[in-house]
């Protein structure tokens, strides 16, 4: 008679990730954060704690913290005796962003060029971009964008320009976001970004630089105020 010999396997622990332990205000702020980066609480609105207690099913008190933090970050501002509110572009802010941004992407560019730096992660997104714009996915196109985007900051491998990236990121996220919404054609936000990878690919400096300008120009072609207070 032959015995089997059993193997025991030992469960690989680290497989299992651990619970995060997130404080709740920081769950309402980064609730309360995608709700106004999306527009789904749309500029100038106010934010009252009753209500979005209420909503977000918690007390008040991790909802006066979340708006603090949010105040911080530069989405909410103080109404002397109304409250607070989320805080409306002004039409020097946009252009000030987007002439920021043309800055940091076109050095991004210039940077990923000279180094012959791999741009299959952009491919990737534009991919993302193509297939969210074919079923006419807002969110996903907006989501692929925004990874493009900063995908682009990160393979120019310059530390201070990430960091002054991550600055305007907020607004720059809110502002694409708008864009988006407004023009609402994502086959053509889509078909914006293959080009700029292509002349990046073909070491084309000069054509890189124009198409990434033109790009990012195009937040200059929104109407300021139909988008701020």
Same mark, same amino acid.
């Given at each position: 008679?032959?015995? /089997?010999?059993?193997?025991? *396997?030992?469960?690989?622990?680290? $497989?299992?990730?651990?619970?995060?332990?997130?404080?709740? #205000?920081? @769950?309402?702020?980064?609730?309360?954060?995608? %709700?106004?980066?999306?527009?789904?609480?749309?500029?100038?609105?106010?934010?009252?704690?009753?209500?979005? %207690?209420? @909503?977000?099913?918690?007390?008040?008190?991790?909802?006066?913290?979340?708006? @603090?933090?949010?105040?911080?970050?530069?989405? *909410?501002?103080?109404?002397?005796?109304?409250?607070? #509110?989320?805080?409306?572009?002004?039409? #020097?802010?946009?252009?000030?962003?987007?002439?920021?941004?043309?800055?940091?992407?076109? &050095?991004?560019? +210039?940077?990923?060029?000279?180094?012959?730096?791999?741009?299959?992660?952009?491919?990737?997104?534009?991919?993302?971009?193509?297939?969210?714009?074919? *079923?006419?996915?807002?969110? %996903?196109?907006?989501?692929?964008?925004?990874?493009?985007?900063?995908?682009?900051?990160?393979?120019? $491998?310059?530390?201070?320009? &990430?960091?002054?990236?991550?600055?305007?990121?907020?607004?720059?996220? +809110?502002? &694409?976001?708008?864009?988006?919404?407004? +023009?609402?054609?994502?086959?053509?936000? /889509?078909?914006?970004?293959?080009?700029?990878? @292509?002349?990046?690919?073909?070491?084309?400096?000069?054509? /890189?630089?124009?198409?990434?300008?033109?790009?990012?120009?195009?937040?200059? %072609?929104? $109407?300021?105020?139909?988008? *701020?207070?």
């Amino acid at each position: 008679m032959v015995i /089997a010999k059993l193997t025991v *396997v030992e469960p690989d622990h680290n $497989d299992i990730a651990p619970i995060e332990n997130v404080p709740l #205000r920081i @769950q309402v702020a980064d609730r309360l954060r995608k %709700a106004i980066l999306s527009g789904k609480l749309p500029l100038g609105s106010s934010l009252v704690e009753t209500t979005l %207690a209420e @909503q977000l099913n918690v007390s008040r008190a991790p909802i006066r913290e979340a708006i @603090q933090i949010l105040e911080n970050d530069g989405l *909410v501002e103080t109404i002397a005796y109304k409250g607070k #509110r989320v805080k409306p572009l002004t039409i #020097r802010e946009v252009g000030e962003v987007y002439s920021l941004r043309e800055i940091y992407e076109v &050095m991004a560019v +210039q940077r990923i060029i000279k180094s012959h730096t791999s741009v299959d992660v952009l491919h990737q997104h534009c991919d993302e971009m193509t297939a969210a714009a074919k *079923v006419n996915n807002f969110a %996903a196109l907006t989501a692929a964008d925004e990874a493009f985007h900063h995908a682009l900051i990160a393979l120019a $491998d310059h530390n201070l320009l &990430m960091s002054s990236w991550k600055n305007l990121y907020l607004r720059i996220h +809110q502002i &694409m976001a708008i864009r988006n919404r407004e +023009q609402r054609n994502l086959a053509e936000v /889509a078909s914006n970004h293959p080009p700029i990878v @292509q002349a990046i690919e073909a070491n084309d400096a000069k054509l /890189a630089v124009k198409l990434i300008t033109n790009h990012t120009r195009i937040l200059a %072609a929104l $109407d300021p105020t139909s988008i *701020v207070k």
